[in-house]
DNA sequence: CTCAATTGCTTGACATTTAAAATATTTAAG
DNA sequence: CTTAAATATTTTAAATGTCAAGCAATTGAG
């Protein structure tokens, strides 16, 4: 009873989820203050747009956009309202499908993703520095492994 | 100017960084959901549970939960006020300084958060269990360098 | 064809989050 | 002591996020 009293934090696989948890927030976070102070714009539209141009000039549907994402389909709702607003993406309606709408980057939201795609893709550059290209790959490696095991549930972008 | 014109996504850092995230997010909404199924309740209330729980029964103040979890302050206050409502956490202040508030676990809290801890070491037991023993330490190291070698600035918390 | 089930998206209610301003207290310089 | 600066927390506003319910269009079993 009394190791099983105390709660520990020492399981290997929950420490590592930790360390990735860690990892993943100080760079969220400096890259959130980054988009913020060079550009005024926030994280998420910046997700929303890189995945938007990574796919433009097809465009992608709603649905497709919050999968990639992994965010609910409200959320991309409201994003994409905002960039609507803002000149950035338009929604047009699907020819084959009444309930689908097709999102793409207008020409001024591509102008100014690739403006904010350079700046951002340093920024990695810099804070992945600490690893030489070795460690790079055997990160990507054992992540794409990881990734690649969890239940077939869970991974709805695939990619 | 051809190769500049259309950006592309293939820098190995940024490759790298977006599989650091996808997998965070998987993992993470795997275990949002098992939270609200299992125990309706919510991931950032059961983090803040955690860390309340590792540093019981000396407590934590404020600021020191908002920066371990590397959220704004703001944001715990909501947060604390909630699990206080329900039993679960208790403010009190420090008699050195009128400032800070004191947070700890509640004994029902304590116990509640154990419950939890059990079950949702079994999902991240399960969900990393794609990894051998080896794997895994490689990956810890890794992330483990990688953080490190983050800017101090960064790195509020450090553990 | 017909209609129940499914699908794609939006809406609405509410919780979380950030960022910045506000409040209260402590510290420290003079 | 006085008072400006720093610190700890809360509050506010705007954005983001989930979840569930709703609506409209499509699909498919009969």
């Given amino acids: ?28 976070n400096e890259v959130r203050g980054n988009l913020r102070e060079s550009f005024k714009t ?4 910046f997700d929303v747009m890189a995945e938007l141009y990574r796919y433009h000039p097809k465009g992608l549907r709603m649905g497709e956009i919050s999968q990639n994402l992994m965010v609910t389909n409200g959320n991309i709702t409201g994003i994409i309202d905002q960039l609507a607003k803002e000149g950035l993406a338009e ?19 591509k102008k ?28 990507l490696e054992l992540l794409s492994k990881l990734r690649n095991s969890l239940p077939e549930r869970l991974d709805k972008a695939h990619e």
Same sequence: chains 1, 2.
């Fill in 42 to 45: 926030t994280l998420p539209r």
């Fill in 112 to 139: 100014r993703f690739e403006k904010m795609a350079r700046l951002h893709r340093d920024w990695i550059d810099g804070l992945m520095a600490g690893l030489n290209a070795e460690e790079r790959d055997q990160l």
């Fill in 1 to 28: 009873m009394s190791d099983e009293q105390r709660l520990k934090f020492d399981d290997p696989a929950l420490k590592l989820w930790l360390r990735i948890l860690s990892v993943t927030k100080l760079i969220e």
């Fill in 91 to 109: 929604r047009s309606a699907d020819p084959d499908d009444g309930r689908v709408f097709v999102v793409r980057l207008t020409s001024a939201g």
